[in-house]
């Protein structure tokens, strides 16, 4: 299984080029399916028009709008309700999958319930999250960024690496995630913990795990 796990997608030549290698061949040769379920759990993205500008790449959305030859939508909520055989071929012959931020319980959530969680690791598709779209591949998210609450009570995720990811570090809109606040919430997490700005990524094939940054980013160990 390959992951990029991005904060704020795929917005600088450095994670660009991450992507193409891990793709072995162009993007305008790949077909993609994005996931914009995250979005609608998070009162800031979603439902409505920021999920219909993910789906769609506009205006510039830094994953979906890169050039891929066919872009479908992967809509988690929608899955359990139909034959797996309407959907898994799909997910098995695509070469990349596009998760949108929002909220990552919610995600965790309808990744299982879908059954997407359980076919992931035998994808040869290389998954791009952005935010929470990275976040759910993590153990635990902590307190500090639980919004939805499953009917677990629960700030566990799929836990398919070992690590857990505080996005968006130092954003301009986004004044509580700070370096302090980053170093109190990775107290309180069991294991490894990245802090990434929206210009780094963490790249994951096979196990091995690469920083891939332009900008600010730091990992506390417990």
Same mark, same amino acid.
């Given at each position: 299984?390959?992951?990029?796990?991005?904060?704020?997608?795929?917005?600088?030549?450095?994670?660009?080029?991450?992507?193409?290698?891990?793709?072995?061949?162009?993007?305008?040769?790949?077909?993609?399916?994005?996931?914009?379920?995250?979005?609608?759990?998070?009162?800031?993205?979603?439902?409505?028009?920021?999920?219909?500008?993910?789906?769609?790449?506009?205006?510039?959305?830094?994953?979906?709008?890169?050039?891929?030859?066919?872009?479908?939508?992967?809509?988690?909520?929608? *899955?359990?309700?139909?034959? &797996?055989?309407?959907? !898994?071929?799909?997910?098995?012959?695509?070469? =990349?999958?596009?998760? @949108?931020? $929002?909220?990552?319980?919610?995600?965790?959530?309808?990744?299982?319930?879908?059954?997407?969680?359980? *076919?992931?690791?035998?994808? &040869?598709?290389?998954? !791009?999250?952005?935010?929470?779209?990275?976040? =759910?591949?993590?153990? @635990?998210? $902590?307190?500090?960024?639980?919004?939805?609450?499953?009917?677990?009570?629960?700030?566990?995720?799929?836990?398919?690496?070992?690590?857990?990811?505080?996005?968006?570090?130092?954003?301009?809109?986004?004044?509580?995630?700070?370096? @302090?606040?980053?170093?109190?919430?990775?107290?309180?997490?069991?294991?490894?913990?990245?802090?990434?700005?929206?210009?780094?990524?963490?790249?994951?094939?096979?196990?091995?795990?690469?920083?891939?940054?332009?900008?600010?980013?730091?990992?506390?160990?417990?």
């Amino acid at each position: 299984m390959k992951l990029l796990l991005t904060s704020g997608g795929i917005n600088n030549k450095s994670i660009h080029g991450a992507l193409v290698d891990m793709l072995d061949k162009p993007i305008a040769e790949s077909t993609a399916l994005c996931i914009p379920t995250a979005m609608y759990g998070h009162p800031w993205v979603g439902p409505g028009v920021k999920a219909w500008e993910f789906i769609t790449g506009n205006p510039g959305n830094p994953m979906v709008s890169l050039g891929w030859k066919s872009v479908g939508v992967l809509e988690l909520t929608a *899955l359990p309700s139909i034959s &797996k055989d309407r959907w !898994v071929p799909l997910v098995q012959d695509t070469d =990349v999958l596009l998760a @949108a931020g $929002g909220d990552a319980l919610y995600l965790s959530h309808w990744m299982q319930q879908s059954g997407l969680a359980g *076919l992931l690791p035998s994808l &040869k598709a290389v998954y !791009v999250g952005m935010s929470a779209g990275s976040m =759910v591949m993590t153990p @635990a998210i $902590g307190e500090f960024f639980v919004g939805w609450t499953p009917p677990s009570g629960s700030d566990d995720t799929l836990g398919l690496v070992d690590f857990s990811i505080f996005p968006h570090l130092d954003h301009e809109m986004l004044p509580h995630n700070t370096m @302090a606040a980053a170093e109190k919430w990775a107290n309180g997490i069991q294991g490894p913990a990245y802090a990434i700005d929206d210009q780094t990524a963490i790249k994951v094939v096979e196990g091995d795990v690469e920083v891939i940054s332009e900008g600010n980013w730091k990992l506390f160990w417990p």
